[in-house]
């Protein structure tokens, strides 16, 4: 296997993982007094190996790496959580290895089929999706993003528009320089974007239903993925799910909203989401079915 870094704190014999390391430290200090929670640094990431070879990025791989984290950890399964391309992976992860994953808890990051009906509905969303193409050039993306001290990159994490929306949890300048230290080491940027450029063609798109109990936790003011591909993941999950949107927060859910995030997932694994509805399909009766979370405390990353 891959070294694959892994933060994590002792707890029970019940495992949380959570994928990126360091977004996660507000999770990991939440849940490890019942959990043996860790936060993964998945390959190309954080220290973990850093292949520059396309094909160490396929999707077979990335799923071996979770596997065999959870098997190297000495589980059988845990409860999964991930973000943006880490949720992208743990859908898929529940896809292909239902047996591991006792709970589904992703956070703005659609089921990968609701993902491509979106942009095939939603000139939005294929407008915000060119990114995807364009990292798909090589070397250019590279530049383009170590341009200017890394600017891009800066505007995505903390600007006023992509970044997190919350003021009391924008990060530090110290907390974003560890963000983008590994990033701008020589060749650091190209496995990250690998990600893009695998998963375009590999078997991305499936459209298999989850049949995991599963949570959606969204952050309405998302500006690189629609709101509407986060309630299109009816289609796609057989067992129980529910769907939150947290409002005046952004695509950086867990670290923008920390104790709200925090407050679901216990409701969620204590069962405290009582009816953990099959959301309806488009065109039906929505009443009851969406909880519209408000920011419930003190105003509250990324694989």
């Given at each position: 296997m891959k070294h694959l870094p892994v933060s994590g704190m002792p707890g029970s014999g019940n495992t949380a993982s959570f994928g990126a390391g360091y977004s996660w430290r507000h999770q990991l200090c939440e849940f490890s007094c019942q959990y043996h929670t860790v936060a993964l640094d998945l390959r190309g990431c954080g220290d973990s190996d850093a292949p520059?070879?396309?094909?160490?990025?396929?999707?077979?791989?990335?799923?071996?790496?979770?596997?065999?984290?959870?098997?190297?950890?000495?589980?059988?399964?845990?409860?999964?959580?991930?973000?943006?391309?880490?949720?992208?992976?743990?859908?898929?992860?529940?896809?292909?290895?239902?047996?591991m994953v006792q709970r589904l808890i992703i956070m703005n990051a659609p089921h990968p089929a609701a993902w491509l009906d979106a942009v095939l509905r939603h000139p939005k969303q294929l407008l915000r999706s060119g990114h995807a193409c364009f990292f798909q050039l090589p070397l250019l993306?590279?530049?383009?993003?170590?341009?200017?001290?890394?600017?891009?990159?800066?505007?995505?994490?903390?600007?006023?528009?992509?970044?997190?929306?919350?003021?009391?949890?924008?990060?530090?300048?110290?907390?974003?320089?560890?963000?983008?230290?590994?990033?701008?080491?020589?060749?650091?940027?190209?496995?990250?974007?690998?990600?893009?450029?695998?998963?375009?063609?590999?078997?991305?798109?499936?459209?298999?239903?989850?049949?995991?109990?599963?949570?959606?936790?969204?952050?309405?003011?998302?500006?690189?993925?629609?709101?509407?591909?986060?309630?299109g993941i009816c289609p796609y999950i057989r067992g129980p799910v529910a769907v939150h949107t947290i409002p005046n927060c952004s695509h950086w859910v867990q670290e923008d909203r920390p104790e709200t995030v925090n407050k679901l997932i216990w409701d969620f694994l204590l069962d405290m989401d009582v009816s953990l509805p099959i959301l309806p399909q488009e065109g039906s009766e929505s009443v009851g079915t969406e909880a519209k979370v408000l920011n419930s405390g003190p105003a509250g990353n990324h694989i």
């Open positions: 520059s070879q396309l094909d160490e990025y396929t999707l077979e791989k990335l799923l071996y790496d979770i596997r065999d984290t959870i098997d190297e950890l000495g589980h059988t399964r845990c409860i999964l959580v991930g973000h943006d391309w880490g949720g992208m992976l743990a859908w898929h992860f529940a896809l292909e290895r239902p047996d993306p590279e530049i383009a993003l170590s341009l200017d001290d890394f600017k891009l990159l800066r505007n995505m994490l903390c600007g006023a528009r992509l970044g997190i929306s919350n003021k009391a949890r924008r990060l530090t300048e110290a907390q974003l320089d560890g963000y983008l230290y590994r990033l701008s080491q020589p060749g650091g940027l190209t496995p990250p974007l690998n990600y893009f450029r695998a998963f375009l063609s590999d078997t991305l798109y499936k459209h298999e239903a989850i049949g995991v109990t599963t949570m959606l936790i969204w952050g309405e003011d998302d500006s690189i993925l629609v709101e509407g591909t986060s309630g």
